[in-house]
């Protein structure tokens, strides 16, 4: 299951995962370990299969219930948090992600709060949140999801103008990352492209912006083609191709809007009219 999901393979997800309670279920084994399957399948369904997704966020929800833990109620709520931000409902999703992070102290529960303050354009408030995150992370051990977390750090920090600490955050999250890990190697080729883009090594700067994209389209999620898109989009302008950066944005555009998230699409729609009128 955290194979499936790490690559974002939703259409086998379901099935296996589903097989993987089951089991679970019969062997008597600890329910908590069900409804940790239950969520990663909901947050790897979130964009795509969004009734697959309610499903298996329900049952996971109905277990947390039963056990009255609360660790397990948290993360019931940072990933309801993150299919409400997927289905554009950015205030229902901050209202999530806050009372997961006050119902536990769970490592890694900040790493949905900084999705949520991405989206709202706080990124102050997303590279708090992201740091706290790491930090429990490496407390733990849990390299998988350091070497993510960190890598997105780096991402906010680059568009904090923080290269230096980016550009080390970037390394620790390319040792850590597996080379399958569409996340991570999303969030790392992200960084590198912005990181090149500001020395003014434009050639670089497009190959790894163009490999974030290919990257971000073997997963299943219209948003991250979409920033892969965006991020294509500034390095292109700054290398002074102003009609690939146009284009590049307007296919931004279109996946933030085919989502339905409206701080995005704002966003993408306000960029490209301010170059398109000049």
Known sequence: VKALALTGDTARLAPVAEEA???????????????????????????????????????????????????????????????????????????????SLASAEAAGLEGWAA???????????????????????????????????????????????????????????????????VDTQVYLRQVKALLHSARGQHVDAEKAAREAVSWARRSDSPVFVGDTCYDLGEVLEAAGRREEAIAAWQEALDCYERKGIVPLTRRAREQLSSLQSV
């Open 21 to 99: 309670v089951a089991r679970l279920e019969s062997t008597g084994a600890e329910p908590r370990r069900q409804a940790r399957i239950l969520l990663m399948a909901a947050r790897t369904e979130s964009e795509a299969d969004p009734r697959a997704a309610s499903a298996h966020l329900d049952a996971a929800r109905a277990i947390a219930d039963r056990l009255g833990n609360p660790i397990t109620s948290s993360w019931a709520d940072a990933v309801a948090a993150r299919c409400a931000m997927d289905a554009g409902d950015l205030q229902g999703a901050e209202q999530l992600a806050r009372r």
């Open 115 to 181: 999705e949520v303050a991405l989206v709202a354009g706080d990124l102050p408030a997303a590279a708090a949140y992201l740091e706290t995150s790491c930090d429990a992370l490496e407390e733990i051990g849990n390299t998988g999801g350091l070497a993510t977390e960190a890598a997105r750090l780096g991402l906010v920090l680059c568009r904090l103008g923080r290269h230096d600490e980016a550009e080390a955050l970037a390394e620790k999250a390319r040792r850590l990352g597996g080379p399958n890990d």
